[in-house]
């Protein structure tokens, strides 16, 4: 059974820093593809940032491409997002999420899911 836990979400001033981290089991395939969704009130869900488990491909949404890097650790099975220079534009309820397939399936709709950090940016 599959199992993604999240943490590492808090309050931080503009300009600051976060690292989320995403305790990944049962599902440990170098074809999976896992990564980070966000979603702010009111508005649509936003595929962040992914990565293949053998960590050889990563995708960026272009709103924070420059700013996050994601990464893994095989050998502790968590992935992780560094956030630097946070804008309050950031704020939302971030969401690890995977998937067995391709990061296109996984943009569409992973099929595995954590319950959420919340990340708050003030200006």
């Known amino acids: 059974q599959v199992a993604l836990m999240e943490s590492g979400g808090g309050s931080v001033q503009a300009g600051e820093s976060l690292r989320l981290s995403c305790t990944v089991s049962?599902?440990?395939?170098?074809?999976?593809?896992m990564g980070w969704f966000r979603q702010a009130p009111g508005k649509e869900s936003e595929g962040v940032s992914s990565i293949n488990w053998s960590g050889l491909t990563t995708f960026y949404s272009d709103s924070v491409k420059g700013r996050f890097t994601i990464s893994q650790d095989t050998s502790k099975n968590t992935l992780y997002l560094q956030m630097n220079n946070l804008r309050p534009e950031d704020t939302a309820l971030y969401y690890c999420a995977a998937d067995r397939r391709d990061r296109v399936a996984w943009l569409l709709q992973p099929e595995y899911w954590g319950q959420g950090t919340q990340v708050t940016v003030s200006s």
């Open positions: 049962g599902l440990t395939s170098d074809d999976a593809t």
